[in-house]
């Protein structure tokens, strides 16, 4: 299963656009990403575009939180958490990264690379990643729309983010970030360019099963009492 929890969210004809193209080249979900102003507005249409797709692929929305405020972060996340099935923080700010690690409630810490001449990533803060299950995503278009000395710095982050990931084992999402039907690449050339970039084939087939587990288990979230314990039914 091929998903991607990081495609930009806009238009409701501009989505079935991403959708249908997405679906062409073999990804089995994807995710469009909103940012907190406007995830409220992308549900209203939710299930106009769900008719509209006739399930052509599956999908679900990402709140995407950019915000240099880490209070505005955590209230946010505890805001949207019942009404996402992924949240996803931007990260860049090293005090934004350490707070989307450390908070139980945020899936994925995007970008923790960006606008850095470092990957923004330690030992430390991996560990907290690791402590509480929130993935590091490495985005596609990173690499597509970028050139010369700044695509090598991204690629020198990418490949130090690997290091840390053989070492401490935190879960690793790759997604694509697509803004337009002409930034959708197939699930082939998708793991192509990863592997030129030093992941192995099943690092890459891993970090798409990460992000599926990262959708189940939020599906089941409401159900959840204790870490690694969920009720099954409410029946006596």
């Not at 402590?131 to 982050?157: G, H, M, P, Q, W």
């Not at 935190?170 to 030129?196: C, G, N, W, Y």
Request: hydrophobic share 40%; net charge positive.
């Amino acid at each position: 299963m091929f998903f991607d929890l990081n495609i930009k969210g806009s238009s409701l004809d501009a989505n079935l656009n991403l959708a249908c193209e997405a679906s062409k080249y073999g990804w089995n979900h994807i995710n469009f990403s909103y940012n907190q102003n406007d995830f409220k507005n992308a549900l209203k249409f939710k299930q106009e575009f769900e008719d509209g797709l006739e399930s052509v692929i599956d999908f679900d929305y990402t709140l995407e939180i950019k915000s240099d405020n880490v209070n505005e972060i955590r209230k946010l996340t505890r805001k949207f958490r019942n009404k996402s099935l992924c949240i996803s923080v931007i990260g860049g700010d090293l005090k934004v990264n350490r707070a989307a690690v450390e908070n139980i409630q945020v899936d994925i810490l995007s970008r923790p690379y960006l606008r850095r001449f470092d990957s923004g990533l330690n030992h430390v803060l991996v560990k907290e990643a690791v402590r509480n299950n929130v993935a590091v995503e490495l985005c596609f278009n990173d690499i597509l729309k970028t050139y010369l000395s700044y695509r090598a710095k991204v690629i020198s982050n990418f490949k130090d983010i690997y290091t840390l990931y053989r070492k401490f084992d935190f879960p690793l999402v790759l997604s694509s970030r697509a803004e337009s039907v002409f930034d959708i690449r197939t699930t082939h050339d998708f793991m192509a360019v990863f592997k030129q970039t030093g992941l192995t084939g099943a690092e890459i087939e891993n970090s798409f099963r990460t992000a599926g587990n990262i959708l189940e288990f939020n599906k089941n979230r409401d159900k959840m009492i204790l870490k690694g314990v969920r009720r099954v039914s409410d029946e006596a």
